[in-house]
Every structure is written in C-alpha cells, then in structure tokens.
C-alpha cells in the first residue's frame, strides 16, 4: 500500500453519503488527484477542517488499489474571509473552478495553483482591492499560464509600436493598429470555420495587461486602474481565458448574477 505526502487545494467535491465525500485537491506533488474522504463531514472529524471547501492543507494518503484515502492531515488555509460575503464566495469557487478545469491528473501544475492560491488569499483578505480587478488579473493571468498568452509588443501585422486604441485579436493572441484590422479580417475572412473576436482596448488597460502578464506573481495586483478602465480589462481578461478554455463556467454565471 503506497503513501504519500502531499499539499492540495480542495477545488471540488461530491457528497456520497451522510459523512463521505469524494475530492477533487490539486497538489504541488501530484497535480490533480482524486481523493476518498470516509467520514470526513461528521463534526467529531479530525479531517473535517481540511477538506472543506477552498481548504489547503498538508494530507497524509494512503491507496489501496486505484482509489487514495486521507489518512492524515493539516490544515494550512482556510481562507475563511471568502465565507464572509456572497460575491467573495461566488468569486472563489469561480476560481477553483478555473484551476479544476485547467489542470489534469498526475501532471503538476505549481505555478497555477500558487496564482489560485494567491488569488484566494487576495478575496479572503485584501478588502481594499476591488473584486473585478482580482477576478480580471487572474483570468489574464491563468490564460499565459495555460500556454494562451498573447503578444502585447506591437502590431502583429506591420510590427509597429501601437499608439492610442489597439484592437486585441482574442483568437490569435495578437494586437492590430486600426490600419491593419480590416486586412487581418480579410485574410482570417479566407479561413472556412475561423473564429473571430475582437476588443478595442485602450492605453491603460493595455498597460494593465502587459503588467499581469509581466510581473512576479507576488506582485500580481501591485497596480492601479480607474473604474471604468477596470470594466474594460474585465470584460477582456474574461473574453480572453473563456474563449482560448472554449466554454464558460456555470460559477461564472452566479458571480455575475449575485453582483446585479
């Protein structure tokens, strides 16, 4: 019966009955794995800290043909100022849906989950930083860490330093000056079954996108960004990963619904 140690982020789990639970934990050693937790809801518990929701913790597994099984563990993080308000919640299991999907089994992915890790603990703790500017860096952020990051130096087409409002071609990872646009249209327009989105971004939230793709990930939300700029990244640092991922996330949805 093999062991093993490892530090995992509850991102998912199911209920299978009164006290069980399956987990899905993404870990620094293992990637993503698959982990049996009997009785870990009950209350009188030594494992019930550890596996709730958006935990982190140290776990001690044992597997016994294919299936892993806690055996001990330690919790790190709780995050526990997630749990304080809705849209903090909402936004969470957001994220951990993101790293869940973006991630595989047995394959380590330690720079994704360090982004959700420090993402989590940006929600849980800095209240001084808009919610959307968190969401919209890690969306930016993921989307290079999955191999999507776009190429912000110039115009893709003429190699220009881009000056004013650009346009972000999503599908291509590239930017266009507004002189060759309607070429790079044309030519894509040639393509049977090219998918085709395009945003008009402006200087600042250019400036911010080159900086979340850029800066050492401790660092990740050390900038700043007026308001209505703000809406702009969003709508592009979500545009972006959800449309490179090709689907949207049903979490998503509710983060969005609860904000209305």
Known sequence: MDRITVHGLNVKETETGDYDKIITLVTQELGKITVTGKGVKSLKSRHMVACQPFAYSTFVLKKSKKFWYIEESENIECFFGIRTEMDRLALSAYVCDVLCDVTVENAPEPDLLRLTLNTLYAISYRKDIDLDMIKAAFEMRCACECGFCPELSGCDVCGCDVQGDVYLDVMNGRLLCPSCKPRAEKEEALIEGTARLY??????????????????????????????????????????????????????????????
């Open 199 to 260: 945003y008009i971004i402006s200087p600042c939230v250019l400036a911010a996108m080159r900086y979340v793709i850029a800066c050492d990930l401790p660092k990740l939300l050390a900038f700043t960004i007026e308001k209505d700029e703000l809406y702009l990244f969003g709508k592009v640092a979500e545009g972006y990963l959800t449309n490179h991922l090709e689907h949207k996330f049903a979490t998503l949805d509710f983060y969005k619904s609860i904000l209305l």
